[in-house]
């Protein structure tokens, strides 16, 4: 009787013995390697004042952030996940980690002691119960469209936009918003630069760029006007140039392209870079960039309440031509005893008269190293985290407790 195997070589199942087995070994490999990568879950609880009211299952190896995003609770991050911007601050009663050094330098003593966090520099690895601030509770989601969107120096534009009479929306000085930006697909040569900008829009090549937004995502700008403005908001928006091989950043690419009569979506108010309105603290405000905006906010507001309040502005930049809401401040410093306001240049040209170097040189060269009572100020710091680090360590020499200051850390 013959079989399948007659007539084949000799050696031929051998190699049919060796095929299964290699086979075999095959299949369980591939099935232990399905187990170990299966991602774990983990429990998240949010916990308000009267106990838990939702809980959240999460895949782990993610961040804290990350996993309440996409969950549905909208925490803001102006940094990216970084860790410097300080908007994704969460409480967190019990946890197996110890802040980062990351979170140690962006949070102050007294809030690591009170349990504060940073959900974008926790990584869900176990089950954690959270608060989240009591203010996301007062989010609103608001259409809008914009009134006008001006250059008011060479990279930053003012937006100004109108609110829907009934939008009652409200918020506090120093105060931010999350402005939606869709999926978008333009060149940055479109915009119309005004000609006395656009020997730096050259120098950058702006205008050589296509920017290409996919999804729909949200960046988050500060109001820079007072709470008091009726029924408009003004925001000042720099453009994120291109660096490490990318071209300019999508949210603010998509804003500067707006014109009078596009709709705008956005979420807010958020944020605790607000101040004590019952204090009479002097009130001291140093910013770069379009740090300046929320300082701005706070100034403005304070003005318009007729506060006796002794306030001061200290600003830096780059260039004369950086400097934006000049004839604002001078007015107002002509109007209000109360206030002054000050310049520094990091690169200034054979004509400026005013303080050059790092806005912080000249704060504490001209000002706070002569100051009697530096116990009775509050500071409101705005601009780069290494501004802000440098600052703080400077007056934390000084004797400046962490409660009196407050930070924003802003990336242009």
Same mark, same amino acid.
């Given at each position: 009787? +013959?079989?399948?195997?007659?007539?084949?070589?000799?050696?031929?199942?051998?190699?049919?013995?060796?095929?299964?087995?290699?086979?075999?070994?095959?299949?369980?490999?591939?099935?232990?390697?399905?187990?170990?990568?299966?991602?774990?879950?983990?429990?998240?609880?949010?916990?308000?004042?009267?106990?838990?009211?939702?809980?959240?299952?999460?895949?782990?190896?993610?961040?804290?952030?990350?996993?309440?995003?996409?969950?549905?609770?909208?925490?803001?991050?102006?940094?990216?996940?970084?860790?410097?911007?300080?908007?994704?601050?969460?409480?967190?009663?019990?946890?197996?980690?110890?802040?980062?050094?990351?979170?140690?330098?962006?949070?102050?003593?007294?809030?690591?002691?009170?349990?504060?966090?940073?959900?974008?520099?926790?990584?869900?690895?176990?089950?954690?119960?959270?608060?989240?601030?009591?203010?996301?509770?007062?989010?609103?989601?608001?259409?809008?469209?914009?009134?006008?969107?001006?250059?008011?120096?060479?990279?930053?534009?003012?937006?100004?936009?109108?609110?829907?009479?009934?939008?009652?929306?409200?918020?506090?000085?120093?105060?931010?918003?999350?402005?939606?930006?869709?999926?978008?697909?333009?060149?940055?040569?479109?915009?119309?630069?005004?000609?006395?900008?656009?020997?730096?829009?050259?120098?950058?090549?702006?205008?050589?760029?296509?920017?290409?937004?996919?999804?729909?995502?949200?960046?988050?700008?500060? +109001?820079?006007?007072?709470?008091?403005?009726?029924?408009?908001?003004?925001?000042?928006?720099?453009?994120?140039?291109?660096?490490?091989?990318?071209?300019?950043?999508?949210?603010?690419?998509?804003?500067?392209?707006?014109?009078?009569?596009?709709?705008?979506?956005?979420?807010?108010?958020?944020?605790?870079?607000?101040?004590?309105?019952?204090?009479?603290?002097? +009130?001291?405000?140093?910013?770069?960039?379009?740090?300046?905006?929320?300082?701005?906010?706070?100034?403005?507001?304070?003005?318009?309440?007729?506060?006796?309040?002794?306030?001061?502005?200290?600003?830096?930049?780059?260039?004369?031509?950086?400097?934006?809401?000049?004839?604002?401040?001078?007015?107002? +410093?002509?109007?209000?005893?109360?206030?002054?306001?000050?310049?520094?240049?990091?690169?200034?040209?054979?004509?400026?008269?005013?303080?050059?170097?790092?806005?912080?040189?000249?704060?504490?060269?001209?000002?706070?190293?002569?100051?009697?009572?530096?116990?009775?100020?509050?500071?409101?710091?705005?601009?780069?985290?290494?501004?802000?680090?440098?600052?703080?360590?400077?007056?934390?020499?000084?004797?400046?407790?962490?409660?009196?200051?407050?930070?924003?850390?802003?990336?242009?």
């Amino acid at each position: 009787m +013959m079989t399948m195997l007659d007539g084949l070589p000799f050696y031929m199942p051998y190699l049919l013995l060796a095929a299964v087995s290699f086979g075999g070994m095959l299949l369980i490999f591939l099935w232990r390697t399905s187990r170990v990568a299966i991602v774990k879950k983990f429990q998240i609880k949010i916990l308000n004042t009267q106990g838990f009211y939702e809980t959240l299952f999460v895949d782990g190896g993610q961040s804290l952030l990350s996993a309440l995003v996409f969950k549905g609770f909208a925490l803001p991050s102006g940094c990216g996940g970084g860790g410097t911007c300080c908007q994704c601050i969460i409480k967190v009663p019990y946890h197996d980690t110890s802040p980062n050094q990351q979170e140690r330098t962006t949070l102050t003593t007294s809030e690591i002691n009170q349990g504060h966090r940073l959900a974008c520099q926790i990584e869900v690895a176990s089950d954690v119960n959270i608060e989240i601030q009591s203010q996301n509770a007062s989010i609103q989601l608001v259409q809008a469209r914009v009134l006008s969107n001006e250059f008011i120096s060479p990279l930053i534009k003012e937006l100004v936009i109108s609110l829907p009479v009934d939008a009652n929306f409200s918020f506090a000085a120093g105060q931010f918003v999350n402005i939606k930006i869709p999926p978008f697909n333009q060149a940055m040569n479109r915009l119309i630069i005004p000609e006395k900008f656009s020997t730096q829009w050259q120098s950058y090549r702006l205008d050589h760029y296509r920017v290409a937004n996919i999804e729909e995502i949200e960046r988050s700008f500060s +109001m820079a006007c007072s709470p008091k403005t009726d029924n408009k908001l003004m925001f000042n928006i720099g453009l994120a140039l291109p660096k490490n091989g990318f071209g300019p950043g999508h949210g603010s690419s998509y804003l500067f392209s707006l014109k009078a009569g596009d709709a705008l979506e956005f979420s807010g108010p958020l944020g605790e870079f607000v101040s004590d309105e019952n204090s009479q603290r002097e +009130m001291i405000f140093v910013g770069a960039g379009t740090g300046l905006a929320p300082l701005k906010s706070h100034i403005d507001h304070i003005n318009s309440s007729q506060s006796q309040r002794k306030m001061s502005l200290w600003f830096g930049t780059r260039s004369q031509e950086d400097i934006f809401h000049r004839a604002h401040f001078d007015s107002l +410093m002509r109007r209000n005893r109360h206030f002054r306001w000050t310049v520094a240049l990091s690169k200034p040209d054979t004509q400026w008269q005013g303080a050059s170097g790092y806005i912080q040189r000249t704060l504490f060269d001209s000002y706070l190293n002569q100051h009697p009572r530096l116990k009775d100020c509050e500071f409101f710091l705005c601009g780069p985290s290494a501004m802000i680090n440098d600052i703080k360590r400077r007056l934390q020499r000084q004797g400046v407790a962490d409660e009196q200051i407050k930070c924003d850390d802003f990336l242009l």
